[in-house]
């Protein structure tokens, strides 16, 4: 089984960001984490390999600190690494960044490509589906359950209120979600190894892409400016005895905000 | 005129509100004199959901092939991308629930061109056209434009208004986009329905959201009753769901549901950033926690500082009385 992990660093949940340059850039705290739903598919990769043998390669796109979520990855037990760290990478929208992580999925034969359901970062959920698409290779999203058997996967997805079991043939792609498994905490033999690997990395012309096919300059979606989300007045303290402050928020929901 | 596509999709006989939405914005594009609305639709189409759709739209294309009566990522981003190319459409719309947010990517590639997810606001009929979509869970807002055609967006729901239906109907044009069985290489097994929410979290007006502050599975009685007198949803906490007190289905947050309800009521929540960038859109919050300090206070419109045992069931039974039920 080779299994390909497509994973993403990015800015911390809890990291301040703010809007500088007259909505033109943003100012990210430096904290950085794996992303959430990465992990859970990190995680997956290595149960699968675990079961049926084979390799895990984690590839990312990213510069600077981008490698930490390949050193996450090797630390946790992964086999194999790629880098995207071209400058031209950079910036691209849901369709540039899944083109190039597909093009660098294929360079080697693989099973199945497990990534998150979304980055939580510019929250898009795209590039698993569109690396699918490009891939010609069917998905599974959302899903919570993954059993491999004979070429087969059969995968359970959350959906709005239940779940919907799903049969694939592979190879495959699937997107992770929250309740696929619990993610392992590094040994320390791991991170010895994290620290010293030498990671290869890939570059565009590595990739047969050009210049206008990767990055901001790949894009068909740009960001024109960031925005402030509208703030809410400060908060009403209804207060009294439980009684009487129930009344009120009910007054106060049917009659002034006529909500309900 | 330029052609728009709106991609409906239904519960049972209903269209779900996301597409209304759509609909309904779509018949102020109809108005503008520049575009051409169209509802698309695929799958088994009853005659109350056909009334109920064709009372927003001049026209509704019914795709009826045999492998999308059920829905899967690839026959639908197959047959909506040949529809797309046969009526050299500029627009694509969805909703942004489950179904929308998984097939549109790939439509998206398909038609090379890129795609605005989970959009909250719209600005069709200025040049360029811009989205508003916010990221970073929330923290920031992103106003995005196309260099591509067609134009691809999914929109989260509760994001428009509603209109109502005219009584003027539109026709209905049945379709066969020539998508066959062989190019659809999942095969869904079986779907199991495990709660029974009405409305689902990401649609429902009314939310009713418990924390830790709850206690026991069995104290979620207290919120379901009050729900079930407003028709709410309710909905947990990452802890809630991680003690199996609630579905995963039911998390409100960064790793579960993005809300964004008419009204939004936590009891027992402290207010964890994680937890806020799931329900920030909400339209009024209002927040029951017994510790003055809790930092949900900051992010609601209103705040009771108090036992929620005490305060829910009194809520209840004050809706009850206005209510007359
Ligand atoms: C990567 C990551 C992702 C996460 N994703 C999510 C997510 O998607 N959704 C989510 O919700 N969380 C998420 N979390 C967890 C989040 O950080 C918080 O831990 C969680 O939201 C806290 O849940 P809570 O408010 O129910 O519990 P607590 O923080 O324990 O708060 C309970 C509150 O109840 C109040 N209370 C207790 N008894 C009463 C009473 N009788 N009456 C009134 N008030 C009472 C207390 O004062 C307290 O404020 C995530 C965390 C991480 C690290
Ligand atoms: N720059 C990237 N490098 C590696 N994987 C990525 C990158 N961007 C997105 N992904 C993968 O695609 C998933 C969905 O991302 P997105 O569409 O950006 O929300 C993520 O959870 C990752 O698995």
Redesign the interface.
Known sequence: MNIVVLAKQVPDPEALVEISAGGKKLEIEQKFATNLFDEFAIEEALRIREKHAGKVKVITLGGGKATEVIRTGIAMGADEALLLEDEAFLDGDGYATALALSRAAAKEPFDIILCGRQAIDHDRGEVGQMVAQFLGLPHVGNVVKLDIADGKAVAESAIEGGKEIVEVQLPAVFTAQKGLNEPRVPQIMGVMKAMKVQIPKATLGDLGLSPEEAGLKGSKVRIEKYLSPKKRPPMQLITGEPMQAAAEAIRILIDVERVI | MDKVLIFVEAKGDEPRKASLELLSEGRKLAESGQYSVEAVFAGKLSDTLKEKILGYTERLVHFTDQVLEHYT??GF?LALAAYAQETDAKMILAGA??IG???M??L???L???????VTEARWLENPM?F?????????????????FPVIVTARPNSFGIEEPSLKKGEIVEKQTGVSAEQ??????????????KV?L?EA??IVVGGRGMKTAENFKLLEDLAEV?GATVGATRPVVDTKWRD??D?VG???KTVSP??YIGAGISGA??HI?GM??S?????INKDPNAII???????????LF??IP??T???KK??GK
């Open positions: 990522a690839q981003s629930t489950r947010r998984d097939f990517p790939r998206a590639v398909l090379h061109t890129g795609i605005a997810s989970d811009t508003v979509r916010p990221i970073y869970g929330g923290k920031v807002l992103a106003e995005v434009s196309f260099s591509t659809v290489t999942t095969k869904v097994v079986r779907i199991d329905e495990s709660s029974q929410a689902d990401t007006d009314l407003i995963q289905t998390q960064k790793s579960g008419k009204l950033i994680h960038m920030d859109t339209k009024v919050i209002l927040a206070f900051d992010y609601a419109d209103y705040g009771i500082v108090g036992d005490e305060i009194a809520m039974e004050e809706l206005r209510l």
